[in-house]
């Protein structure tokens, strides 16, 4: 599987936004480091726990930030929020009951996050440029 780290195609221009970004990014792909190499179930666990903190914690700070801006995708872009963390905290589940992080788990928490970033963020992320007059360094 290929590696999966941040570039420029997820910059969303709001810099303190793409740090966090960044971060989940680079937390995923602990994930799926610790899963390729088996360094253990503790790990996998740990670092699923702290997605799972960092990612709420991550929407919270969007919601907050397109709601001080009056984004009106608000209510959609939440939805979409909390059907990851709903899926997150399935896997989180299904993982302390015994079952293996799969293949396919690993590549929907890939898959997803690489998405809504590239895609739902970059809406907002645009209109909030707009509304301040900044551009996107890249
Ligand atoms: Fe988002």
Redesign the pocket.
Known sequence: MDLFEWDESFCTGIPHIDEQHQRLISMISDLDKADREGTGGLLISYVLQELMRYVTLH?EE?EQLMMSYDFPGLVS?RQ??DFYVMRLKHVQESYHDGDALSKNTLAFLKDWISC??KG??QI?AEFIRTKTGTVKSN
């Open positions: 929407f969007e872009h979409e929020h809504h970033i739902t963020d907002y």
